[in-house]
């Protein structure tokens, strides 16, 4: 892998990676663009012990362009993107309209004595996986994969490093059901500056696992129950195992989990790396397959705090879509919105059933 870094007109960092070690990326971003945002606000809500983030000017973010103006393909003759090379094989770099970033501006004024308030500080990131403006990851070769997820390491360990950030979360939005705002191929990176609800509420599972077990490692053991019990397992090879979980609150998710417990994706060894692709291209098949659409999802990979409980954590990748039948998607209505409970319309056995049939 060779890695590139080169400023963008803005200040703002853009960073090739390339399978080839003679790739040349010196070519100058040639646009005139205004000074990025400063760092959105953070507001803690006393209620539900959570911070929101208010980022006012992601309002005015591109959204939805047609083919020949997408920010994410190549520079090519007079037309400028985001990317100043006329092609590339994988390119991350700054949001121009952050959720989170390290420009941070002067401190918040207090709202109430219950509502502090603070800079977003942190950083967030766009990850283009091809510069083909049609592919999609499943269309991606093992190789490809094994690059990207190099890349998805070197930034996780990159960003876990700037000042404040306590976690690091990577992902991919599929589709236009799911909210996404540009149809070419690229996940996205977030680094927070506190440790999502999400990941604190399975860190406390975990916690209380480790604690009756005398150390137990609640996912691996989840995981190990899974592999025995097979009902729910969609694909497996040596290092990886893909499966639904049990509980599962979407009606098509699947975890995709080294067998190895590792924090984050940095951890993985070559071996794993190499092995996660071919496995993962199979799962993405697979959900297209379904009902012979392109299948929305979310991608998420789940990784361990930055400084804290980071044994507690075990890599996992989640991967669900909101459709539950070809004409059909589910959506988050009063249960699962207003109180957080998720009703799943179809059984796990039958949602790996059908994934292990397309």
Not at 112 to 123: D, E, L, M, S
Not at 161 to 189: K, M, S
Request: proline share 9%.
């Amino acid at each position: 892998m060779k890695r590139t870094a080169i400023e963008l007109a803005d200040g703002r960092e853009l960073i090739y990676f390339d399978e080839r070690d003679d790739a040349v990326r010196d070519q100058p971003d040639r646009r005139e663009l205004p000074p990025p945002p400063p760092a959105s606000q953070l507001r803690y809500d006393p209620l539900t012990d959570e911070w929101v983030a208010v980022a006012v000017h992601r309002q005015t973010r591109t959204f939805l362009p047609p083919a020949d103006q997408c920010p994410l393909c190549p520079s090519r003759g007079d037309r400028h993107s985001e990317i100043p090379a006329p092609d590339y094989d994988v390119a991350v770099f700054e949001n121009r309209f952050p959720s989170l970033s390290q420009r941070i501006a002067d401190e918040p004024a207090e709202i109430t004595g219950f509502t502090p308030v603070r800079p977003g500080q942190g950083r967030c990131e766009v990850v283009c996986f091809t510069d083909d403006h049609q592919a999609s990851f499943a269309s991606l070769s093992p190789a490809r994969v094994r690059l990207v997820l190099d890349a998805l390491a070197d930034r996780t360990t990159a960003v876990g490093a700037l000042p404040g950030v306590e976690q690091v979360f990577c992902f991919e939005n599929r589709g236009v059901e799911i909210g996404v705002t540009l149809h070419h191929p690229h996940g996205q990176i977030y680094a927070y500056p506190f440790v999502t609800p999400r990941t604190r509420s399975l860190l406390a599972a975990a916690r209380r696992h480790a604690e009756r077990t005398g150390g137990g490692n609640l996912y691996a053991d989840v995981l190990a129950a899974e592999r025995a019990a097979g009902d729910r397992v969609v694909a497996a090879n040596e290092h990886w195992t893909a499966y639904v979980p049990a509980a599962a609150r979407w009606p098509f998710e699947v975890h995709v989990a080294p067998h190895r417990p590792v924090p984050d994706i940095p951890a993985l060894d070559d071996a794993e790396r190499d092995a996660f692709g071919p496995l993962y291209l199979d799962l993405l098949r697979r959900f297209d397959g379904l009902f012979d659409l392109p299948m929305p999802y979310i991608a998420a990979w789940h990784q361990a705090p930055v400084r804290i409980d980071r044994e507690l954590g075990h890599l996992h990748l989640q991967l669900f879509s909101v459709r539950r039948a070809r004409d059909k998607l589910k959506y988050l209505a009063g249960s699962e919105s207003g109180m957080g409970v998720f009703i799943n319309d179809i059984a796990p056995e039958r949602a790996a059933e059908l994934l292990r049939a397309a």
